[in-house]
């Protein structure tokens, strides 16, 4: 941008020398035009006085002398290239005159002037060099007062000559010529004989042919070479003097220096350009590169990097100030370390602080459910026994205060559990239409006594089968429930279940629960998702909380991403409601009950084993009146060698036991030979933190019931267990070993391939099943096995049976072909393998019309 003025001062400097070099040629060339002019003029002038004075001095009937005076004059001035007489009808009086002299005679315009007695001009023509021009002129000779003849006179004008000794500036390229009336070329400097007679454009040089004063045009030359042409008259001629200066030779010196000088502009320019960058490059950039690295070096976390430059001026105060700035970024980062260190060591304490916090809640509660398991139980079954109606009244208060304590005690480990970050969200398939109908069955006795109904809305585009965890939304719409119930005196309940559309996180479901009751006042609202808030005192005698019902709820929405909040006026009523979202499941995730079940309870022989006598005589009391068969032990070793000498369908474990705890009886008893390592053990604790269930499923306890035990819960536990348990096939040991806890029946995989095959094919995958399950069986009665076909039927079986959810039976049809093909006894086979077909066809006949 800098060399742009200074290319304007050049570019503005040269058209002027260009307009002033063309000023000049324009008034040189109109110079030698008009010098040239001048100089014929004065000739044609002194031709045109002596030419008719001589006509008139010839006396033509002396023809002799008549030549004779015409040849002298012809040798007296050097201009007359020739002089003669001629007669009137061409032919001449002297001597012979050239042809074109003739014709010029002969002409009408000629003839009529000299009839007239005037003297005539004739057009320019050729002279005898090509830079001459010869203007013919004729004046009549009078002879007995008629024209005889004419004297023509044949004057060269020699014009050029100033042009040739003209100054007009060294390379000029100069050009001059006469031209005719008719545009022709008549005489033409520098002499060129070849351009004599030929004619300019007459189009183009209309504007200057026949000018009397002089005009100045650029045309181009017969050449095509553009020239700047003066044009002038001769006087009382038809002829044209024209000058034209080569273009080229007036403006080529201007353009040449204009170039030479943008040249020199431009390599300036890109000399400037390159030292720029040379020392942009050595003094700005490369320490700006180096101090870039050194920057983002730090930024990756190494803060030893410096600038390492040693550079003067504003370069090298940057790169002190950065080095300055590294040291101080370093000495922070080692500040915070420190700091976050102590930090991290706070919050270790302050977490092993909690630990113990929720350690000792987990461990108090234990301490707390044991005696109070002793209370709910005994006044379960002292609710059993006949008493007086006020001894039942006393039972029962004893009943609900201890389920006030339960509750209690329940939300505050609930709550520690929160805090300590020790809740996980589980996520399974479920309906939201069982969940709400599940938990408003729960409440609905409490209603009934209130007198209170629970009217159940529903959305009818509610999603048959979610995914998220079922019991953690029962646990808090159980919680808006009992609290609905609890604040409302009289009036109604409804509860609703929208769906609010879908977000990326899954379907939007919103739960509410609205109530009559007697509302919240407004002053207290900013404290009710707070822990330990109540509002109220409560209407129920034992049965209210301690305000953390809804702190507890409020967590398990947020940690399942959703939203809780309420709308109240006191006096009238609330609503509270939830927002959560959960992705859809496909409504055969859902797990349905198994087919042709049959309550195994009722006859089980089961092993109650505790080291605290009251909960063995509950726990025995309560099977024994579900119609079991109970045998108590008080520790872990009386049980494991109880189960390795006689047999039971299972063992209720307590685990917190003196000398050998439940967890190291049921490793012991699982090392037991089958069928007594088999046992289904279920746990008796109230230690239900998620670690611990852990270990007791390490160890192989199959299932666990919380302490205190209530009769229901304690029988749907062994029941669920004792199910499960009839589905494993027992076998021979080296088979069970491995295969003690494989499932007979997966539903899971069995509903995936239906979803799948669809159920027109499915019910023929069960047909084929079946068929090769009855031919195992007649392969195995026959009184001398075939090892290869049973081998074969086998291996046909193993990939059949294993996508239907079979599991057992390809399981052990593996086992057999491997026996098979290695020639080892099948003997101990084929009892257990016969069984496990059995109970597969069972199964099959059960699912029949179901797969139909
Ligand atoms: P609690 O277990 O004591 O009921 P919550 O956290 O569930 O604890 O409830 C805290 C307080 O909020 C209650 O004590 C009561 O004062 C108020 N509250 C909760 N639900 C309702 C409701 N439906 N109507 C009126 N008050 C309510």
Redesign the pocket.
Known sequence: MAFLPLLAVVFVQARDHRDQSLTIARSQAEFLTSLSVERGGRILDRARTMVPARASSLDLLASQAACSAVAADREHHLWLGELSIVRPDGTDFCAEIPEEAKKLVVSSDVQAALAAGKVVTGEPIPGPTPDIVRIPLFAPIVHQGRTAAALVAAVDLRLFEAVETANVGRGRDVMASVINGRGHIAAVYPPNPELLGRRFDGQEMAPIAGQTSSKVEVWPDLAGHARLFAAKRLTETAGTVMVGIGLQSIVGPEDEEFQRQSLLIAMVFAGSVLLTLVGGEVLLFTPLRSLVRAAAAIESGDLSVRSNLHARGEIGALAKTFDRMAEAVADRERELRAANQAAEGALRQAEQANEAKTDFLASMSHEIRTPLSGIISYTELLLDEPLRPSERLYAKRIEAAGSAVLTLVN?LLDFARIEAGRTTIEVKPFSLVSLVDNAVSIVRALADKKRLPITLELDPDLPDAVLGDEPRLRQILL?LL???V???PAGRIVVRVDHRGTSDAGERIGFSVS?T????PARHRHR?FQRF????Q?EGDAT????????ISKSLVELMGGRIGFE?NEGCG?T?WIEVSLPRASRSALEPNEPGEVPAFGTARILVVDDLEMNRDIASAMLRRAGCEVNAVSDGASAIDAVASQHYDLVLMDIQMREVDGITATRRIRQLPAPAGMVPIVAMTANVLPQQVRAMKDAGLNDHVGKPLTRSTLIAAIDRCLRSAASVVPGPAGILSSAATEQEFDRKTFEELRSLLGDVQMPNWLRRLDVRLRSLQTLLDAPSPDREAIARTAHALVSHAAPLGFLRISHICAELEGACRSDSDLDEWLEPVRIACRNALCRLDAMAPASS
Do not use: E, R
Not at 517 to 520: D, F, H, Q, S, V
Not at 544 to 551: E, K, R, S, Y
């Open positions: 939300d919680n009992n609290n609905a609890k604040f409302t109530d009751g007697i509302g919240i009710l808030s109540q509002l109220h409560s209210h909380g301690v305000g953390l019902g809804l702190a109240s609330s509270f």
